[in-house]
């Protein structure tokens, strides 16, 4: 019997293929790095054919390594949610770059339907705030600036990192590939209706993308299609965003239930049930799983600049060699010395949402030296974090304890200082990839492994529990400083 998971993990800095047993043992992995084109301030773009080019290549590793493809029992998808591919539905090419999530060339379009009073309509159906962050703006910016795409009429297509990946696995299959995305993608486009879970047509039409190009909305566990790409028929049967998949992996299953993933953004989600959420406090509301044509949702908080903020000091400023050493760096002075960093390289994200911000570094003076830096910049992944904890509170559902993951939380300095500032539970599973472990539960679920997401939670594993030890006049001060430098990039 085929019990062996394939699981596709899409990132914005690598590509990943992963093998998982029933147990959620990992049983292999293949990565390769993706390159970051940046053409411009605030624009970031991926070429589509290096993505897939390089997914192909991990999944061919793992497939030989597991035996061959008689011994997997299905492939699961997970993805960057946001960034957006154009594609040809004749060639299978690319048209046009891949837009990532990051990139905030779309901004001027999201002011000008604020401007229209667009936000709050544009809330009510998608859970969503008017932010070049999702990919419906992307979309409207790309078919406006890049006429091949006008061009290409009816054999454009429009798809999230998943939706191509399926494309690209099924290509050949009834004469061409299958476009289809779930729901956990589709709820980030700010083209889904969060209640309905379909396409909106005004959605549509206000963000000018052409409805004929954009994919099917599918579950996130079932049969998509099978791959004939690796020596042998294989079925892809989950799917679903990198965050929505690691608030799976981290078996938040009940309202309530929180985990936030630190890796090249910071984002948390809790678990809100089968009724959309709606905040007041500039959170978002997203779908967390589609299984059987019925979907729970999330409230979630988003951070763009989180390990990318490490990648920056290290290849950027050059303080450091790589990001394993900043643990010690921190531990090397007692205090931060008056350093705050606010990490806005890409904008500012939930509660904020404002695209225009800029970066800072605070309080230095002649006694401040690279450590405090490099300290300030892991202090700002529990200083933002607050912010988030505050909103969510706002919104009633403040956290008990949070379940962290991703690649930040390998650092035993950063869980601890969750734990100390946030003044709760931080809970760290030993397999910390739980991202691909969601994608692997959704296959097993998808292809028959598991009932239902409840046996499949089997595959998590141990925890670590780290304890808040911080005193509440430490903890205090530290809130004030933060609070201080992230008003003087709000205001600027």
């Known amino acids: 019997m085929r019990e062996t998971l394939l699981v596709l993990d899409e990132g914005t800095t690598s590509t990943r293929a992963m093998l998982f047993a029933p147990d959620g043992t990992c049983l292999g992995s293949e990565q390769k790095p993706l390159t970051q084109h940046y053409p411009g301030p605030g624009l970031v773009e991926h070429d589509a054919a290096e993505i897939w080019t390089k997914t192909a290549q991990c999944a061919t590793a793992m497939v030989k390594a597991a035996g061959g493809p008689d011994a997997i029992a299905a492939i699961g998808i997970t993805n960057q949610r946001e960034t957006v591919v154009f594609w040809d539905r004749d060639t299978g090419e690319p048209l046009a770059p891949a837009i990532v999530w990051q990139d905030r060339r779309s901004a001027v379009i999201c002011r000008e339907l604020k401007e229209r009073g667009e936000e709050p309509g544009v809330q009510a159906r998608t859970g969503l705030l008017l932010d070049p962050y999702f990919s419906g703006t992307k979309i409207g910016w790309a078919m406006e600036h890049w006429p091949q795409l006008r061009e290409a009429g009816s054999r454009l297509a429009i798809g999230t990192v998943e939706s191509w990946l399926v494309w690209k696995l099924t290509a050949g299959e009834r004469g061409g590939g299958l ?3 779930d729901a956990t ?5 700010m083209l889904m209706e969060l209640g309905s879970g379909g396409w909106s047509d005004g959605l549509v039409a206000l963000l000018a993308a052409p409805r004929h190009a954009l994919p099917e909305i599918v579950d996130c566990a079932g049969r998509f299609g099978t791959t004939g790409l690796f020596g042998g028929s294989i079925p892809i049967c989950g799917m679903a965003g990198d965050q929505q998949a690691a608030t799976i992996g981290q078996a938040c299953l009940s309202p309530g239930e929180t985990k936030a993933t630190y890796g090249t953004g910071a984002f948390v989600l809790t678990n809100a049930g089968a009724v959309p959420p709606a905040s007041k406090n500039r959170l978002l509301a997203t779908a967390l799983w589609q299984i059987g044509g019925r979907r729970t949702y999330a409230l979630e908080g988003s951070v763009f600049v989180a390990g990318s903020l490490i990648q920056w000091l290290r290849d950027s400023l050059k303080l450091i060699g790589t990001a394993a050493e900043t643990e010690a760096i921190a531990r090397s002075v007692a205090d931060n010395g008056g350093v705050y960093l606010v990490p806005a390289l890409s904008g500012l994200g939930a509660p904020w949402w404002q695209p225009e911000a800029r970066a800072a570094i605070s309080g230095l003076s002649f006694s401040a030296g690279r450590a405090h830096v490099v300290r300030a910049a892991l202090e700002a992944q529990a200083h933002q974090s607050h912010d988030l904890k505050a909103a969510f509170a706002a919104d009633g559902a403040d956290w008990a304890r949070l ?7 390998n650092n035993d300095w950063i869980a601890q200082d969750l734990a100390d500032i946030l003044n709760i539970p931080v809970d760290r599973p030993a ?13 097993g679920i998808g292809c028959g492994l598991f009932a239902d997401l409840g046996e499949a939670a089997g595959m998590r594993g141990k925890v670590e529990t780290f304890e808040p030890a911080m005193g509440a006049e430490a903890r205090r001060i530290r809130l004030a400083g933060w609070q201080d430098a992230v008003a003087n990039v709000v205001r600027g």
């Open 179 to 181: 476009h289809v995305t």
């Open 185 to 189: 993608n589709a709820s980030r486009t």
């Open 403 to 409: 379940r962290i993951d991703g690649g930040m939380v």
């Open 431 to 443: 397999f910390a990839e739980t991202t691909a472990l969601g994608a692997a539960m959704l296959a």
